[in-house]
Structures are given as C-alpha cells and as structure tokens.
Nanobody, 125 residues
Framework: DVQLQASGGGLVQTGGSLRLSCVGS????????IGWFRQAPGKEREGVSS????????YYSDSVKGRFTISRDNAKNMVSLQMNSLKPEDTAVYYC??????????????????WGQGTLVTVSS
C-alpha cells in the first residue's frame, strides 16, 4: 500500500522536546518532498515545516523557526521533526504529507497528494 505513517506524538511539559517521525511505504520516497502540518482544536490547519527531495532544502513557519528541525533519512524512508522548547500553543495533531513538486512548502497544501494519519502532541503548561 502507498502510505505515510506519522508517529512520535505524546504529552510533554512546556520547554520539553519530542521527535516526530514520518515513514513512507509503497512509493519511491526519495522523489518526494515531505511536509509537516498541524491542526489544533477549533483552528485551521497550519503548515509547519518541509524538506525537499534531493537538495534537502528546508522550510519553517515563523511560529516554529529556531525550535523545530526537520531532517530526512532516505535509506529509512523517513523524515523526522525534532521539536524543542515546546509551548502549549504547539498542541495539535501533527500530519505529514508528500509532494512530488520540488521545493513545495506547506504554504501550498494543495500540492500535497498523500497524507499520514496524524499524531497528537500535547504540551502542558
């Protein structure tokens, strides 16, 4: 099956860290950019970060820049999102998605054609 599997969410205190993983299967992972999105209860979906295939160019939203780091390991078909200095406003369900278009960022969610199931991140104050 062609799918993305997101994992790594959990409950953490303010200032803590979590590492999310997104594993792809059933397709040539190296050919796709991967984006991370999040949606908090009652709020619109927000693009958080992305990493391009090949050159590994990264993007971060202003809300996470300097705190989150995205990386990819094509040998493992995996993209990771290291989240440090977490804040209560980071609480959300986090989704990963793929895009075949080079240098796509989460500012254009319509260019992502396959989405993972989401993993819940809860940051307590």
């Amino acid at each position: 099956d062609v799918q993305l599997q997101a994992s790594g969410g959990g409950l953490v205190q303010t200032g803590g860290s979590l590492r999310l993983s997104c594993v792809g299967s059933g397709f040539t992972f190296d050919d796709y950019g991967i984006g991370w999105f999040r949606q908090a209860p009652g709020k619109e979906r927000e693009g958080v970060s992305s990493i391009s295939p090949g050159d590994g160019i990264t993007y971060y939203s202003d809300s996470v820049k300097g705190r989150f780091t995205i990386s990819r390991d094509n040998a493992k078909n995996m993209v990771s999102l290291q989240m440090n200095s977490l804040k209560p406003e980071d609480t959300a369900v986090y989704y990963c998605a793929r895009s075949r278009i080079q240098h796509t960022t989460p500012t254009a969610p319509g260019l992502y054609d396959l989405w993972g199931q989401g993993t819940l991140v809860t940051v307590s104050s």
